[in-house]
C-alpha cells in the first residue's frame, strides 16, 4: 500500500531523532507534506531536506513557539492533518532523589508540551480548509501503565500524556467529530535516548542484552516499527479510533512476571 498519507500536511516533534524522524521519513514516503520540529537544529534540517519537508526550531515546552510553529506550517501550507507529539526526554531520577529542576524540565516537555500541541493543534485542525479534521498522535510509553522505578516524574509524564489524550479525544469527537486523538505506547527501542544510556553505562552490550530482554520478543524495537504504528493512527485507516491505546512492547505487559 502507498499514499496512505495523501494529501496530508503531518507536522511531528523532536523529527530530528529516533523515533520523530523515521515517523517523518515513513509519512513523507505515504505522500505527507511533513514539517520536521526539534530543539537540534542541524539533524532536523538534515532529517526535512532527506524528506523534502520543513523544519522549524521549536522547543515544545514553550506556548509562544507552539503558536509560530503552527502559523508557519498553515503559512506554508494552508492546513494541519497530522500532529505527532513525539519530542521527549529521559531523565531518570528515583522519588527519593527527584529535584524539583529535573522534575519540571521533564514535566515540562513531555507532558505540557503535548498539552501545549494538542491544544493549538486542534485550533488548527478544527479551521481546516473543507472544514474540521485532523488525528493527533501522542508518544506516551510503557510507563504510562506501569511505573520505572528509577524514573518518577518520566513515568509520571507519560502517564499524564496516556489521559490528557482521553480529554482531548472526546473534545474532539464530541465538538468536531473528526478530530482524533490517540497515544502510542513504545516498550524499549533502539534509538538515541537509550543509545546514550548504553554508552554511559560502562557495559553497553550488557545494558542491550538487559534491554532486549525485557520485551518476551527478545529484542527492542526499531524506530521504524514505532513509525509504522504512528503512521496507522495518523492515516484514515484508524478513523473509528478515539481516545484509544496502541501498545507496542513486544509483550512486555502481555507478560505477568519471569514466567
Ligand atoms: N526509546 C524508547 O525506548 C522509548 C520508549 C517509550 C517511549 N519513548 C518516547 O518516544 C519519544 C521519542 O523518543 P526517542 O526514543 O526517539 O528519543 P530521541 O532522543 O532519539 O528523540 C527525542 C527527540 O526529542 C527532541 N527534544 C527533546 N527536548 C525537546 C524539546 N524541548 N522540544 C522539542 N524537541 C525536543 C530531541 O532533540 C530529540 O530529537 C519520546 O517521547 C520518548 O519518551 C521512547
Redesign the pocket.
Known amino acids: 500500500m502507498s499514499g496512505r498519507l495523501n494529501g496530508k500536511v503531518a507536522l511531528i516533534?523532536?523529527?530530528?531523532?529516533?523515533?520523530?524522524?523515521a515517523c517523518a521519513r515513513s509519512f513523507a514516503a505515504e505522500g505527507a507534506k511533513v514539517v520536521v520540529?526539534?530543539?537540534?537544529a542541524d539533524?532536523?534540517k538534515a532529517v526535512a531536506a532527506e524528506v523534502g519537508g520543513r523544519f522549524i526550531a521549536?522547543?515544545?515546552?514553550d506556548e509562544a513557539q507552539w503558536a509560530a510553529a503552527i502559523a508557519e506550517t498553515l503559512g506554508a501550507h494552508g492546513r494541519l492533518d497530522v500532529l505527532v507529539n513525539?519530542?521527549?526526554?529521559?531523565i531518570p531520577q528515583t522519588i527519593e532523589d527527584s529535584t524539583l529542576e529535573v522534575w519540571n524540565k521533564v514535566l515540562g516537555?513531555?507532558l505540557t508540551?503535548v498539552m501545549l500541541g494538542c491544544k493549538h493543534g486542534v485550533k488548527a485542525m478544527k479551521a481546516n480548509p473543507g472544514g474540521p479534521t485532523g488525528s493527533i498522535v501522542n508518544?506516551?510509553?510503557?510507563?504510562g501503565f506501569i511505573g520505572l522505578a528509577s524514573a518518577a516524574a518520566?513515568t509520571a509524564s507519560?502517564g499524564g500524556v496516556r489521559l490528557l489524550t482521553k480529554s482531548v479525544a472526546v473534545h474532539g469527537a464530541r465538538t468536531y467529530r473528526t478530530i482524533r486523538c490517540n497515544s502510542l505506547?513504545?516498550?524499549?527501542?533502539?534509538?538515541?535516548?537509550?543509545q546514550a544510556a548504553f554508552e554511559a553505562s560502562g557495559d553497553p552490550e550488557g545494558m542491550r542484552a538487559m534491554f532486549d530482554g525485557m520485551q518476551p520478543i527478545g529484542r527492542?524495537a526499531s524506530?521504524e516499527e514505532?513509525a509504522a504504528c504512528a503512521l496507522f493512527l495518523a492515516s484514515d485507516e484508524s478513523s473509528f479510533m478515539t481516545g484509544a491505546e496502541l501498545l507496542a512492547d513486544g509483550g512486555w505487559l502481555a507478560a505477568a512476571g519471569p514466567l
Open positions: 516533534t523532536g523529527a530530528a531523532s529516533g523515533i520523530g524522524a520540529t526539534d530543539v537540534q539533524k532536523g521549536h522547543d515544545v515546552s513525539n519530542a521527549g526526554v529521559f516537555i513531555n508540551g508518544v506516551s510509553s510503557i510507563t518520566y507519560k505506547h513504545p516498550g524499549t527501542i533502539d534509538t538515541p535516548m537509550n527492542m524506530a514505532m
